[in-house]
């Protein structure tokens, strides 16, 4: 099994993901979200490019949440906390969420066969999940404003250790997922820490969203793996 | 003293140059062979974009030098292996070098205050060098085909690594250099086996250019340090 690691959604070009399942990874928040928001028992997230398009999605009974420069878009019901995203908010509900870089990734991939969502919060799943689907994969890390985010890099990194571990197949990668089964491997004792030392960690920490950048370091605590059906993301 | 780490030639463009130490870093082959040059007495070494350009600049008594899909270009005097780039070849003499990724890496990069060429062979020299020069730092991975190269990151990871033991000023990267760092420090002990399992090593070795990535992966060897004057690479 081939498994592509891509550095940033400025690198994805749509041809990488046909006849392939693509794992689309935005630690810092957006799959960290979306993932909370399925386990809450939300119905389906709803990825939406721009706010307009969110505000268009919208119909009564849904739940408008995102982020512009981290913080929640004037009206909106929900920012881009994984915390906010509990069963007490979001039971039942249909979430149109639109991020700065999370929803462009998931975008990019629509060509995929299949479109899971990771982050270090349900790693092992989503590598159970993507071996059952028996194609190629490429991991997608969104990165920040077009540039390469450590969070991911190590998500990645920590879902092709995952891969190697459960054996189904023998797993080759390319010279970046390489590059980042080595940084999970040499990070994962620091695995909050690394976390923080990146930009999107800073930045988030200066903007008083340290709980979150903490919330999202915990590895494996959920079992449940978003996949795109259409466009909507919902339980795998 | 911020040190910033660019993946692959294509992330590079002209700006990020400017008023910094540029270190240009190419394992497989070329920054090897620049530093073997020079350490064995070539005068400069004159890099070249194109074919054309390297015969254009070709003077009586130069060598031409290079490669083409890993291949000695026909009617020219050298390939592109560190080992022929020994004394008895190069002594005294001009060498116009043209190759894939690192001379267009050198040649995107000459906005820099200044430009130094470092591979494994030189890594604790270059480091020391661009300490001195007093200037921020970007390390330019070189990479294969406008794609990441193993090597090349792990080169970086070790320049970063050396940076920071030799502890002049405080070093703060960024995400990818966070990376790259984690990635050495993982791999510190099995730089050969890395250089083989990525993509330019496995295509060498195909080709009958194994003895030329495991020369290439020896750390420390040379105390030469190939610094641009104008057009010139030359003894730092």
Chains 1, 2 share one sequence.
Request: charged share 25%.
């Amino acid at each position: 099994m081939q498994v592509q690691v891509i550095s940033s959604v400025n690198e994805a070009s749509t041809a990488k993901f046909h006849h392939k399942t693509a794992i689309i990874i935005d630690v810092l928040r957006a799959t960290s979200t979306i993932i909370s928001a399925i386990e809450a028992g939300a119905s389906c997230v709803l990825p939406a490019e721009t706010v307009m398009e969110a505000r268009a999605l919208h119909r009564p009974g849904d739940l408008l949440g995102g982020e512009r420069f981290c913080r929640k878009i004037a009206g909106f019901d929900l920012g881009n906390s994984p915390d906010e995203y509990n069963e007490q908010n979001v039971a039942g509900k249909r979430v149109i969420l639109t991020t700065t870089n999370g929803t462009r990734a998931i975008h990019k991939s629509m060509r995929a066969d299949y479109v899971l969502t990771a982050s270090l919060l349900n790693a092992e799943a989503c590598a159970k999940a993507a071996l059952d689907l028996r194609r190629d994969i490429v991991l997608l890390c969104a990165g920040s404003h077009d540039e390469f985010a450590i969070e991911d890099g190590l998500c990645a990194g920590l879902v092709l250790n995952k891969l190697i571990e459960l054996g189904g197949a023998p797993i080759e990668t390319d010279d970046f997922g390489i590059a980042m089964l080595a940084l999970y491997r040499n990070r994962a004792n620091f695995i909050k820490e690394t976390l923080l030392s990146g930009m999107s960690g800073k930045r988030l920490c200066k903007l008083g969203f340290k709980k979150d950048v903490e919330a999202c370091a915990a590895i494996d605590v959920y079992q449940t793996v978003p996949r795109l059906n259409g466009d909507l993301l919902t339980r795998g």
